[in-house]
C-alpha cells in the first residue's frame, strides 16, 4: 500500500512539473509579411521540429499584409514578433522613439524592391516613371520607399500617378496595359510571374532600387521593444531557433517544401521551392552575410541607410543604429555561416 501511495505521489508531482514547465512557456505572437510562402519555411520548420519549443517558446505564426505593415502590427500590441521591414522600422523610431520594433535578425541582406515594366515599355529608369501610372498595394514597402527612390533620381513623386491595386492583381495589370509600371518584392513577383508561365527575364525590366542609389537592408526577424527588454531570453531562443531553422532548410528545401504543404496543402510546391531557392541565392548568401554570418549588419551601411532615409523622408530625428538593430541577441558567428546550396 506504502508503495501504491509512492508511486502515486510521484506521478502527481511529474504532471505538476509537467504542467507547470508548460504554464512557463513564453507564448509568442508571431506575423508574417505576407501570405504563405517558401520564404516563411524556416518558421514553419522551427515550429514543426520543436526548436521553439526547446527554447521554451509557444509561438503561433499569423500571414501578414505587407512587409511595412508588420511594424505597426506589433506596435499595436496585437503581435510580439514578426518579420518584417528594416527600413519601416527607421521611420517608425525616428517619430516614435522607444515604441518602435526592433531588428534582431537580418534576413535580406539585399533589398528584394523594384520596379517593374515590360521589356518594351518607355519606362527604362525610375525618372521615366514621371506622368506615369505605378501600381502598387498601400501597405507595400517597395511603395513606402518611393518617395525616398523619386527624390534620389530627381523627379517629384507627385509626379507619379499612383494607382492602388491589390497585391494578388499587380501582374495582371501590368499584363493587361492598365498601370506603366509596379513598385514590387522581387521575391514575390517573379514567381508569380513563372506561374503565368512568363520569361522574368526576357519579357519584362526590373528596375532594382540597389541600383538606384538605395543600397539598403530589408526583411527580417524583429520583436517588440517589451519582449525585448522583459524576456531577452526568449529573444535569444527564438532568434536561435530561427537561425537553425534557415540553415537546416537550405540544406534540405525539399523536405522543407514538403512540409509547407502540410500547413498550405493548396500552395503550388515546385514554384515555392524555386521562390525559395532564388531568395536565397539573391537576397540572403550575399557576400556581407558569408562575412558577418547570417542575421548581422554591417554597422556602417546600416548607418548610412538611416542616413538616407531619415534625409528623404524628412524625419524628426535620426535613430541611431542601435535603436533599430540589436545584434546582442545573435547565436555565435560560426552558428550563423550561410550553407552552400546543393547542386
Known sequence: MMMLRLIGALACCVLLFVSSASAQATKIRFTLDWKLQGIHAWYYWAKDKGYFKAEGLDVSIDQGE????????????AYDAGFGDENAVIQTA????????????????????????????????PKDLAGR?????PGGASFKLLPLLAKNNGIEVSSINVTNVAPNLQEQMLLQGQVDAIAVFTATSYMNLVSLKLDPDKDFRWLYYADSGLDLYSNGVM???KLAKEKPEAVKGLVRAVNRAVREVMADPDAAIELLAKTEPLINKDIEKRRLLYVYKTLIDTPE????????????????SVDIIAQAFELPRKPGASEVFDRSFLPAKPERMPPALKP
Not at 66 to 77: E, L, N
Not at 289 to 304: E, F, I, M, N, Q
Open 223 to 225: 520583436v517588440s521593444p
Open 133 to 137: 501610372k505605378l501600381g502598387t498595394p
Open 66 to 77: 505587407g512587409s511595412a505593415a508588420t511594424v505597426t502590427r506589433i506596435m499595436s500590441g
Open 289 to 304: 552575410a558569408r562575412s558577418a554570418g547570417l542575421g548581422d549588419v554591417d554597422d556602417a551601411r546600416l548607418t548610412k
Open 94 to 125: 525616428a517619430q516614435k522613439p522607444g515604441e518602435a520594433p526592433v531588428m534582431v535578425y537580418m534576413i535580406y541582406s539585399r533589398a528584394p524592391f523594384a520596379l517593374l515594366t515590360k521589356a518594351g515599355s518607355a519606362v527604362k529608369t
